[in-house]
């Protein structure tokens, strides 16, 4: 120790401050407090609006019908000709009909109901 108590009263306060958590950044530190931090992220950039879009696709797949036009995910534009369990058939011209999955139809138009 030093003979000066000013010094030694001085040493004792750094070492108090540097061993004491301050706040929010000394919170911040704990690992596990930012692994939590970075999961409520991930969740609410990421995770949250992918579920938000495929029950979108769900809603718009159940609510299919005969007669409504459709643009693929690969872009062709036709009408729905026929549903069936796990594909729609699509009418692309005169004649043409084109055989898909229910999720391959990207947006829907609903035919005039008059």
């Known amino acids: 120790m030093t003979s000066f108590p000013a ?3 001085l ?9 004491a ?8 530190g704990n690992p596990l407090v930012m692994m939590g931090l970075m999961f409520v992220m991930f969740y609410f950039l990421l995770i949250r609006p992918q579920q938000r879009q495929r029950k979108e696709m769900a809603a718009r797949i159940a609510g299919l019908q005969t007669g409504d ?9 036709g009408l729905v ?9 699509i009418k692309v011209a005169e004649g043409t009909m084109i ?5 391959a139809v990207a947006i ?4 005039d109901s008059k």
Do not use: M, Q, W
Request: no cysteine.
């Open 81 to 89: 000709h026929n549903i069936k369990e796990h594909t729609v058939v």
């Open 99 to 103: 055989e898909f999955d229910k999720p």
């Open 108 to 111: 829907v138009h609903k035919r």
């Open 69 to 77: 036009k459709v643009v693929t995910t690969s872009g062709i534009h």
């Open 11 to 19: 040493l004792a306060a750094v070492d108090a401050a540097a061993t």
């Open 7 to 9: 010094i030694s009263s």
């Open 21 to 28: 958590p301050n706040g929010i950044g000394g919170l911040l």
